[in-house]
T-cell receptor, first 111, second 114 residues
């Protein structure tokens, strides 16, 4: 099946710094989503981005489907950005209902 | 709307015991899924449902059963708990296919099997 990798696995930032998180996938995908899991465990959908670029406030995401990767940019990080960021994909060749998650990037933003 | 609710929040079982994790949503979503989250492995799909009466297996279905008698409820049953099932369990729902639509997640159930 499709493999999803995320880098870096862990990241510590000073408040106000910028960062880029990467998601690589091994096969063609129909779509890709980014999620944030806050320190209390709640999962929130950030972007649905099968291709192209989207922005939402300080966060933006770019997916280059032909090269099989996606990037999540966090600008001017805040302590509330801390948590784990997951990308999740649905491979073209798999059942249309199955979404595969990457292992996540754990982000800690310190004051 | 309450969104996606899960009960219990925490549970400790002994090996061999059975139990049911409850999941309910009030958004009239057709699609519901169960995931487990283990350290360093992200979320893995256990079972999913595309509507009342229809369920299918995900990546890691062994040791779990599901049923979907109503649109709102999607319980996950552990038949004979094993220490390998110690994990955090999340239920999710979406209006459309979760591959093309936003998934809404419940708060999770933290399960420990001794």
């Amino acid at each position: 099946g499709i493999q999803v990798e995320q880098s870096p696995p862990d990241l510590i930032l000073q408040e106000g710094a910028n960062s880029t998180l990467r998601c690589n996938f091994s096969d063609s995908v129909n779509n890709l989503q980014w999620f944030h899991q806050n320190p209390w465990g709640q999962l929130i959908n950030l972007f649905y981005i099968p291709s192209g670029t989207k922005q939402n406030g300080r966060l933006s995401a770019t997916t280059v489907a032909t090269e099989r990767y996606s990037l999540l940019y966090i600008s001017s990080s805040q302590t509330t950005d801390s948590g784990v960021y997951f990308c999740a994909v649905k491979a073209r060749k798999t059942s249309y209902d199955k979404v595969i998650f990457g292992p996540g990037t754990s982000l800690s933003v310190i004051p | 709307n309450a969104g996606v609710t899960q009960t219990p929040k925490f549970q400790v079982l002994k090996t061999g015991q059975s139990m049911t994790l409850q999941c309910a949503q009030d958004m009239n979503h057709e699609y519901m899924s169960w995931y487990r989250q283990d350290p360093g492995m992200g979320l893995r799909l256990i079972h999913y449902s595309v509507g009342a009466g229809i369920t299918d297996q995900g990546e890691v279905p062994n040791g779990y059963n599901v049923s979907r008698s109503t649109t709102e409820d999607f319980p996950l049953r552990l038949l004979s708990a094993a220490p390998s099932q110690t994990s955090v369990y999340f239920c999710a729902s979406s209006y459309l296919n979760p591959g093309t639509d936003t998934q809404y997640f419940g708060p999770g159930t933290r399960l420990t099997v001794l």
